[in-house]
């Protein structure tokens, strides 16, 4: 029996699947990063944690701060009363801090903790290490 994927590709049972450079690199980075252990034994997050943690980082480096408000509207995530519960469970975590800016005590800005900014730091290193990988491949 063959598997068959959306766009059409068909592969057959058993079939050794032939990966792209890039996907190959991917995958090294994939194993890397769940190897990384930056969360500690007993705590794991959910995936909307993790999306919404990204959303925050990447919000961060391009110096855009990401506000509450925006972060409960990201509805293509979540509804936002789960999005509120999610933010409220990483705070409560410390992988995020709400801060005022500009003396503006009606806009809280979402801040990613020491402990989130680690996080993301292994996951740079792994990639690194799975570029160094594929370099000397």
């Known amino acids: 029996m063959a598997a068959q994927f ?21 995958g090294q980075f994939l194993q890397l990063a769940r190897s990384v252990g930056t969360l500690p034994a007993d705590l794991a997050l959910s ?3 993790a999306v919404l943690l990204e959303e925050v980082f990447l919000h961060s480096r391009d110096k855009r701060p990401l506000t509450v408000k925006e972060a409960i509207e990201l509805n293509h995530l979540a509804s936002p009363s789960t999005l509120h519960k999610r933010i409220t469970h990483l705070r409560k975590l ?34 690194q290490k799975a570029l160094r990988m594929q370099a000397t491949a």
């Open 47 to 49: 995936p909307l944690e």
């Open 6 to 26: 959306r766009h059409g590709t068909t592969v057959p049972q058993g079939a050794r699947m032939n990966f792209t450079p890039a996907a190959n690199l991917y």
């Open 94 to 127: 410390q992988w995020l801090q709400t801060e005022h800016h500009d003396g503006d005590h009606r806009t809280k800005y979402l801040v990613l903790t020491p402990q989130a900014m680690e996080h993301f730091h292994a996951l740079g290193m792994a990639m």
